[in-house]
């Protein structure tokens, strides 16, 4: 049997994926992009030992951040049988990933002033 060391988010790691959800991140996301932050590269058994997440919601983050363009993904032979493993990575930097939510949530509250406007345009032409 081999040894293998897997990192295990701690107490302030924990704090700063909270306030990742108070931004607006999935939990699942936030803790997930918590870990790939302090390695360079993990699989998802491994994300899902250091996070306690259960691996759907692993595999839910993964595809999220890949989609958007996050992370990176490559296959590794762990042994002579059996699948290769994926291990993932991060590919953009974490102020990279603030610019997109407050995109969102700019877009959002431009959303918003919009449909109050309409609101106030549609009472105006009522007391007419």
Not at 15 to 33: D, E, M, P, R, S
Request: hydrophobic share 35%; net charge neutral; aromatic share 8%.
């Amino acid at each position: 049997m081999k040894d293998y060391e897997i990192k295990v988010l701690d107490e302030d790691d924990l704090l700063f994926a909270n306030h990742l959800k108070n931004l607006g991140i999935q939990k699942n996301v936030a803790l997930t992009l918590t870990y790939l932050l302090n390695v360079e590269e993990a699989s998802s058994r491994e994300i899902e030992i250091g996070t306690g997440l259960r691996q759907p919601e692993i595999s839910l983050a993964l595809c999220y951040m890949k989609s958007n363009g996050w992370i990176s993904g490559r296959l590794v032979k762990v042994n002579r049988k059996g699948r290769p493993m994926h291990v993932y990575s991060l590919k953009v930097t974490l102020e990279y990933i603030f610019e997109h939510y407050e995109e969102i949530v700019y877009n959002n509250s431009q959303e918003s002033i919009l449909k109050i406007q309409r609101v106030k345009d549609f009472l105006k032409n009522t007391e007419k």
